[in-house]
């Protein structure tokens, strides 16, 4: 719309409505008549009462003042002018309300006329953005209103599409976006008392803020949300209490993020680790105090059958650990009455503690060993008095010679065992002390020698024997003292060996028994073929002259009778002589009488003497004789 005073022509216009206006003010009365014949036309039906009062909207010869009088009645387009704010607000200041709008154009008229399609909506207080400018014009500006009389406020359109139903006030646009209205990136939850972290970032807004609720009043605590998952199968039912961000976290709800370790003042090590909380935690987080102590926690398996019920005190760390309750690893057996060696370190609890009550257990040997005891008790029962921990069958640790029975030389030898001397187990001390008792099997002389046979013996070795034979009946001396046992005794009977020479010498019998079994009574010991017989004294025949060199068989020709040593022989000369006899016993048995023993040949010239006479000795030479038996003699010699 062009004003009417941009145009050429109304130039004369303006002349004569100057000049009726300043006849006006001279002339009231005529003025008024002068101002009704100029004025343009009629006002529109919104001033028509203003009709006759052009001082309403003009002040003569002021034509600025109009834009004042203007926002005098306007007063809300005067407070937007003032403030720079609405439509009229941010036009150019050199625009005047006459430039834009005319009343003058009749009772029909509109006093504001613009182009929908080229009115800019960016220069009103409310810029269309996104979805906006899509809308009909209509949908925000209702008929019969003005245009400036549009709510400007989301809420005054939205309120049918508000699911809060007003709860959070009318400004909408602090969520919503006019891109797009389920979009709510204007919103920033970090400048509430509830910042978005992790997972809560990706929440969708009604997991927490319920539908018809007033997101004020959402909570702001876990526990107000995520009841549900606490009261749940998997949750704790209260029993942690509200505050749920103590062990969670909200970047995942799981794992927990609470630290045990450094939160609170018990460390959890071990299968600790593993532990669910409500393991321990059975009662309400902060009411119910937990307690520090294993007991507190495990007093249901102290108590339960495999437990010690209660009989080892309530320090359960000092045997258990918390990588294993079944590991060992820190109880030390050593600080108890009964440190373990040897064997022992590798036994396993149940071994010895048959009960969990371990204070029970028997600490001597036979406690745990009676089905072992082979002895059945007859030892006693101090069984670490023969064998040591590091091995049952080991007996080294046994001092025999505290025993009546010593161990010297081959019975201390390893190859001994208890088994070879103790043959019943049960009866160690009935066990005999006497040689004859375990070597009965090596008497190869058949009980004979009696049951001592340590008198032969000795531990050194079974086979050297130190038996004394000077202390029998039949010392050994000379040539007996170095012969083997088994050449007289023949067999291990010992007592069965003959004493007398000739059981031993029959087969160095040379005399086939003619002088009897006594071999003693012409030999000796020291030597065989040293012979020490007195033929003069003891044989009442002197073996003088000659017969000192006959053999013994030259005159004991017959065998001796049993007991005797020798046959009765003769002692006079012509029992041996007779065959020599030349005087065919003309001269009887006394052949002494002439001859001497010292020669045959030799006679005696007469009683008595000893040279021989002519006779004799023709006789005697030739009767160069043999002795009976054929054997030479030295009687003619």
């Known amino acids: 719309m062009i004003p009417w005073h941009a145009t050429p022509h109304l130039s004369c216009l303006r002349w004569l409505w100057t000049l009726a206006l300043a006849l006006a003010a001279s002339l009231p009365a005529a003025a008024q008549n002068i101002e009704s014949v100029l004025r343009p036309g009629e006002l529109i039906q919104g001033h028509a009462k203003w009709e006759e009062e052009c001082s309403k909207c003009h002040v003569r010869f002021d034509k600025n003042a109009q834009d004042r009088l203007c926002t005098d009645c306007h007063k809300e387009v005067g407070v937007d002018m003032r403030e720079r704010t609405g439509y009229h607000g941010r036009q150019k200041r050199e625009a005047t309300c006459r430039s834009c709008h005319t009343d003058h154009k009749g009772r029909a008229a509109r006093i504001v006329v613009f182009d929908k399609q080229k009115f800019d909506h960016d220069e009103s207080d409310y810029a269309l953005r996104g979805k906006h400018k899509q809308v009909a014009c209509e949908k925000c500006h209702e008929p019969k209103k003005k245009y400036w009389e549009a709510p400007s406020d989301c809420n005054a359109c939205h309120k049918k599409d508000d699911v809060h139903k007003g709860a959070l006030g009318t400004k909408c646009a602090d969520c919503h976006t006019d891109s797009d209205w389920k979009e709510t990136p204007k919103?920033?939850?970090?400048?509430?008392?509830?910042?978005?972290?992790?997972?809560h970032a990706d929440a969708k807004c009604v997991d927490c803020h319920k539908k018809g609720d007033d997101y004020k009043a959402a909570p702001r605590t876990c526990i107000g949300c995520h009841k549900k998952e606490d009261d749940s199968t998997k949750g704790h039912k209260g029993l942690y209490g509200d505050k749920c961000d103590s062990c969670h976290g909200v970047k995942a709800w799981k794992p927990s993020t609470f630290n045990h370790d450094t939160d609170t003042k018990y460390l959890l090590r071990g299968k600790h680790r593993q532990t669910k909380c409500a393991d321990c935690h059975t009662g309400h987080l902060y009411k119910d105090k937990v307690g520090t102590g294993c007991i507190d926690c495990h007093k249901k398996d102290d108590d339960s059958a495999k437990g010690h019920k209660g009989s080892l005190g309530r320090d359960c760390a000092a045997c258990h650990v918390e990588t294993g309750w079944k590991e060992k690893g820190k109880f030390d057996h050593d600080k108890t009455k009964f440190p373990l060696l040897g064997k022992h370190v590798d036994t396993k609890c149940g071994d010895c503690h048959k009960s969990t009550n371990y204070k029970e257990a028997p600490k001597d040997c036979i406690g745990c060993h009676k089905k072992d005891d082979k002895h059945e008790a007859t030892l006693g029962t101090k069984c670490e008095s023969c064998h040591s921990e590091r091995d049952w069958k080991d007996v080294k640790r046994f001092d025999h010679d505290k025993t009546k029975f010593q161990l010297r030389n081959a019975h201390a030898a390893k190859k001994v065992l208890c088994k070879d001397c103790h043959k019943d187990l049960r009866h160690y001390r009935d066990t005999p002390r006497d040689c004859y008792s375990c070597h009965k099997k090596d008497d190869k002389h058949e009980g004979q020698l009696s049951l001592k046979c340590e008198t032969c013996h000795n531990d050194r070795d079974w086979k050297v024997p130190?038996?004394?034979?000077?202390?029998?009946?039949?010392?050994?001396?000379?040539?007996?003292?170095?012969?083997?046992?088994?050449?007289?005794?023949k067999t291990l009977r010992y007592r069965d060996a003959p004493r007398d020479c000739w059981s031993c010498h029959e087969k160095d019998d040379k005399h086939k028994l003619k002088f009897g079994t006594a071999c003693e009574s012409c030999h000796n010991a020291r030597a065989w073929g040293i012979w020490d017989y007195d033929h003069t004294r003891r044989a009442k025949y002197a073996l003088d002259g000659a017969h000192g060199k006959v053999a013994c068989e030259a005159c004991h020709t017959r065998p001796a009778p049993k007991g005797k040593a020798a046959a009765e022989t003769g002692t006079n000369c012509i029992a041996c002589h007779r065959r020599d006899d030349t005087h065919d016993g003309a001269f009887g048995p006394?052949?002494?009488?002439?001859?001497?023993?010292?020669?045959?040949?030799r006679v005696k010239t007469r009683i008595g003497a000893n040279?021989?006479?002519?006779d004799f000795g023709r006789w005697?030479?030739?009767?160069?004789?043999?002795?009976?038996?054929?054997?030479?003699?030295?009687w003619g010699l």
């Open 187 to 199: 919103f920033d939850h970090d400048k509430t008392r509830f910042a978005l972290k992790g997972k």
């Open 466 to 489: 130190r038996f004394d034979h000077s202390q029998t009946r039949y010392p050994l001396v000379g040539k007996h003292a170095p012969v083997k046992c088994a050449d007289c005794h």
């Open 590 to 601: 006394a052949c002494e009488q002439c001859h001497v023993t010292e020669n045959w040949k």
């Open 611 to 614: 040279e021989p006479g002519p």
């Open 620 to 634: 005697a030479l030739g009767h160069s004789s043999r002795l009976a038996g054929g054997q030479p003699t030295g």
